[in-house]
């Protein structure tokens, strides 16, 4: 089964490059890719209203890359949780749970989220 990954970077660096997979250093959670794929699907418009970069912060885009690496700056994390809080509250799914802790975690440590895409 595939899955995403979501982790909190401690020490985020400009203009560097995410794009080594390295869940372990980020303390990632899995999320099953059926739920993100039905995140984005559902919550499509919300989702593609939230600022975020992919891989660099050289290359802004909006919503979650489905298949490369997203990096959620600590700006958009809140509008990011009110999305999944959203989608939880019709799927009523562990997973969701702890990612919504997650992103609650970065946002009271104001750090950004990376995604690791399937």
């Not at 489905?66 to 994390?77: A, D, K, M, N, R």
């Amino acid at each position: 089964m595939e899955k995403h990954e979501f982790g909190i970077i401690d020490s985020f660096e400009e203009n560097k490059w995410y794009s080594d997979y390295e869940p372990e250093k980020y303390n990632c959670i899995s999320v099953n890719d059926d739920l993100v794929e039905e995140l984005i699907i559902k919550y499509n418009e919300e989702l593609m209203a939230i600022k975020t970069y992919f891989q660099v912060t050289t290359q802004p885009g909006v919503g979650l890359d489905y298949c490369g690496v997203t990096l959620i700056p600590p700006e958009s994390l809140k509008q990011f949780r009110d999305v999944i809080i959203k989608a939880n509250s019709h799927y009523q799914s562990q997973e969701l749970k702890l990612l919504i802790e997650k992103v609650s975690d970065a946002i009271i440590k104001n750090k950004y989220l990376i995604h690791y895409g399937i």
